[in-house]
């Protein structure tokens, strides 16, 4: 029923192309059946009630990888320790986005229960290097922090990769949350690149089979991108409120609505941490400037 990506794991294509809120799935269909994020649409999340999944592995903690843990019960939900909380607990996932540390707890609650997401218990938590056992099928854990503390990544026999929100887009990398640290994500995606992979699979983008390099490599200049158009703005003092007008992260949006704005806030919060962290930004009372 599902395109095999090899040998017993198959990729679930998620509605819409697997944008936001779907994501594409990996299905695994050995002596232990399992399901890898939970975001690939009503048919077939029905289709595979009716197919006795065991296991559920969140490669983060995010609603779109999450939404339909809560509909498998009798299913055991693994995902790594780090992001664990934030599965578990409503109150948690709000802080990990950063809705009450930027007063806006009330718009964490309705983006939450917009998404449709529920939270679920997390049985086991997985860690960086473990291979994972399903029978014929042994997979990889690679802990590659940044969009989330505990995203991860999954290795199939050394050069497939399920890359998750390392999901070369042209938008670029995602760091919109206070959780976010781009250092680490800067890391990871190098290391993704290391592992030279022959084929990615993203969440969002699904089957990536040419130019890896070059696609991960502009992926990663995004970042950087971003963080120039930061500092050449920075050569007058700035507040962080001043900055978020400035749309560097989502670039312009006609509906630069309160959550985008929220959203482009925490992710230039994001880079004047980095940028406080390597001296290379100051901060005196609410406003940041360049060294
Ligand atoms: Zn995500």
Known sequence: MFPIVKNKISFVEAPDRGRFPYAHSLFIDDDVKVLIDTSCGKNYIDYFLNHNIDIIINSH???????????????????????????????????????????????????????????????????????????????????????????????????????????????????????????????????????????????????????????????????YQKEERLLSSLKQPMTLDQLTELMIFHGPIKNFNRLFRLWEKMAVFIHLKRLLASGEVKQVDDYYYLR
Not at 154 to 163: A, G, H, K, T
């Open 61 to 223: 903690f995010h609603e779109d990888h999450i939404m339909n843990n809560y509909q498998f019960p009798q299913a055991e939900i693994w995902a790594h320790s780090l992001d664990a909380p934030a599965i578990r607990s409503e109150e948690i996932f709000a802080d990990y986005y950063g809705f009450r540390y930027f007063n806006e707890e009330k718009m964490g609650k309705m983006f939450f229960d917009w998404t449709g997401a529920k939270c679920s218990p997390v049985h086991r938590e997985i860690i960086h290097g473990q291979i994972l056992d399903f029978g014929k099928t042994k997979i990889q854990v690679l802990h590659t922090p940044g969009h989330t503390p505990g995203h991860c990544c999954f290795l199939i026999e050394d050069n497939i990769l399920f890359s998750s929100d390392i999901e070369m887009s042209s938008f670029g990398p995602w760091y919109g949350h206070l959780c976010s640290d781009l250092d680490e994500y800067i890391k990871s995606i190098k290391y993704c690149m290391e592992i030279n992979p022959s084929l990615i699979i993203s969440s969002h983008r699904g089957y990536i089979k040419d130019d890896i390099q070059k696609r991960m490599h502009n992926y990663l200049n995004i970042i």
